[in-house]
Structures are given as structure tokens and as C-alpha cells.
């Protein structure tokens, strides 16, 4: 009896998951279908697991609205999931970005926090408050745009050209043309120079 390749592959796949059973999620993390929207079902109720469903969907990243529908006091969630040694790290980097959506006084010492404190994290964590804390302040972020373009990590500095050029305004274009002077890292130079 011969086999042909698509009969093989389906057969192997309805015995994996004979096997191992249905794929479930892990650390109690909500699973979203894929084309899902960012809606939340009914059933869950908790603002945590409903923030938690919002931040894990595969498309359609969470609005300031959507969010603060869910509760009003939305950037305290994020926060605890972030710091919530069971949640994923992608979902703390959702949680961060999220935080530059809301501009409310526990968002902003938050993500100061964080800049201030980027020895101690993870570098992927770093990159994401980068570009949340500028995208919350504009031109405003200008001076954590200057020490960031000045650390030595060249891919922090990528991060922050890419922010302020996207977020600082007039403001993060001056920033750029003034250390664009001083970069050494050709990778960064040529960011700068595109961005501009």
C-alpha cells in the first residue's frame, strides 16, 4: 500500500495528538484562536484574566479604551502581570507596551521605574519601556532618549533612534542629528541617518 505525503503527515498529526492530548495552555494563560479580535468572552470576570485574555490575542493589540473598559484601574493589572513571576515573558513585554497607552500617573512612575532600573532587567524588557515611556511622553522623554542612545548596547541604541524618531517630535530629530556626530556603531549610524 503506498502512502502519499499528505495522508502521512495527517496521519502522524491525529497520532501526536492521540498521544499527548488536547494542546492546552500553560501557567493558567487564556488561549486566544488566531484571527481572534481582542474581545473578551463573557464567562471570565476577573479584570486580571480579562486583561490577561486582551494582551495574549494575536491580533489587534489592545486599545487605551479597551483596556480601561475592562477596569479603571487597568495600569495597576498590567503592572501586577508583569511582575507576576508566572506570566510569560511575552506577555510582560504586552503588559509594558500597553502601559504607554495609558497616561496616568501610575503608567508613567512605572515605566520610569523601569528605565531606571534597566541593569537588573532583562534586555527585550528594556526595549519595550524605551519605546512605551516615549511613546507616553513625546517629547517629553527626550532626556531618557539622550542616556539611551549613549548606552552600550548598539541594539538599546537602535531602540532608542527608532523612538525618538517615531515619538520625540522636532525634538528626537535634533536628538538624532547631534549624536549622529558621536555614534561609532555603523548599524546605529545608518539608522540615524534614515531616520532622519
Known amino acids: ?17 492521540s498521544l499527548v492530548g488536547p494542546i492546552t495552555a500553560l501557567a493558567g494563560e487564556p ?9 473578551v468572552p463573557a464567562e471570565v470576570t476577573s479584570p486580571e484574566q480579562r486583561i490577561r485574555i486582551l494582551l495574549s490575542a494575536y491580533h489587534d493589540f489592545p486599545s487605551r479604551d479597551d483596556l480601561l473598559a475592562v477596569s ?4 495597576s493589572i498590567l503592572i501586577d502581570l508583569f511582575n507576576d513571576e508566572s506570566s510569560r515573558p ?3 513585554r504586552r503588559a509594558i507596551d500597553a502601559l504607554g497607552f495609558l497616561s496616568d500617573d ?3 512612575n512605572f515605566l520610569v521605574y523601569l528605565l ?3 541593569a537588573q532587567l532583562e534586555t527585550g524588557y528594556v526595549h519595550h519601556a524605551i519605546t512605551a515611556y516615549s511613546r507616553l511622553n513625546g517629547e517629553g522623554s527626550i532626556a531618557e532618549l539622550e542616556r539611551f ?16 524618531r517615531d515619538f520625540a517630535g522636532k525634538a528626537g530629530q535634533n536628538l538624532l542629528e547631534s549624536r549622529l556626530k558621536l555614534e561609532t556603531n555603523e548599524l546605529v549610524r545608518n539608522k540615524i541617518q534614515k531616520s532622519l
Open 1 to 17: 500500500m503506498q502512502f502519499k505525503p499528505f495522508t502521512l503527515m495527517f496521519a502522524s498529526s491525529a497520532l501526536v495528538l
Open 31 to 39: 488561549v486566544v484562536a488566531p484571527g481572534a479580535s481582542a474581545a
Open 72 to 75: 479603571p484601574d487597568a495600569s
Open 90 to 92: 511575552t506577555l510582560k
Open 106 to 108: 501610575v503608567s508613567q
Open 116 to 118: 531606571q532600573n534597566d
Open 149 to 164: 542612545l549613549q548606552h552600550d548596547d548598539p541594539q538599546i541604541r537602535l531602540t532608542a533612534v527608532s523612538a525618538a
